[in-house]
């Protein structure tokens, strides 16, 4: 697998496999014919080229839901600060269901992460009884969601 967070080791993007990634990030549900079009190359070339990014991890095409709409009416932004190696920790919260993102980083914290919870008591339920009582957890910060301005997967490949 390829270092995600450096880009050593990442596999060489020529031309073509960025135009289909831009393509994909347009409309994940696009028709391979439509992209080939697009792209210069047949249904069957972009259907092999699409296959081998995510093969390599380059790209995951996945429903992304509105929290909201699914019965998830609460989300936070969590900065963990840690005693000790982060990696652990960072492990164990990536094993959490409710969490959907984590990172470790430098800073004033070690650990950021998302949570997603249907409502405030199943929020402290986590952070109180499962978060803060992690081994290595030495303060946890919640920053509370109150409105969604902007989210987006188009960064493309630059």
Same mark, same amino acid.
């Given at each position: ?8 080791? /990442?596999?060489?993007?020529? +031309? ?5 990634? @831009? =393509? ?11 992209? &080939?079009?697009?792209? &210069?190359?047949? =249904? ?12 390599? %991890?380059?790209?995951q095409i996945v429903a992304v839901t509105d929290p909201l709409q699914v019965g998830l009416f ?8 840690? +005693? &000790? ?20 980083? $430098? ?6 992460? =998302? @949570?997603?919870?249907?409502? +405030? =008591? /199943? *929020? *402290? +339920? *986590? ?5 803060? $009582?992690? /081994? %290595?957890?030495r303060h946890a910060e919640i920053m509370v969601? *109150? ?8 960064? %493309?490949?630059?």
């Amino acid at each position: 697998m390829t270092d995600q967070t450096s880009g050593r080791g /990442a596999p060489h993007l020529d +031309d073509i496999s960025k135009r289909i990634i @831009a =393509e994909l990030q347009e409309d994940g549900r696009r028709a391979y014919a439509s992209i &080939g079009k697009v792209v &210069g190359l047949s =249904e069957a070339a972009v259907r092999q080229r699409v296959q081998k990014l995510a093969d390599a %991890g380059v790209i995951q095409i996945v429903a992304v839901t509105d929290p909201l709409q699914v019965g998830l009416f609460r989300q936070a932004m969590i900065a963990i600060t840690v +005693d &000790g190696p982060a990696q652990p920790v960072a492990d164990t919260l990536a094993a959490i269901e409710e969490i959907n993102y984590v990172v470790i980083c $430098a800073g004033r914290y070690d650990i950021l992460c =998302e @949570a997603v919870c249907p409502d +405030d =008591e /199943a *929020l *402290l +339920d *986590l952070v109180s009884n499962r978060i803060r $009582a992690l /081994a %290595g957890v030495r303060h946890a910060e919640i920053m509370v969601y *109150l409105k969604l301005r902007k989210q987006t997967y188009k960064w %493309g490949t630059r």
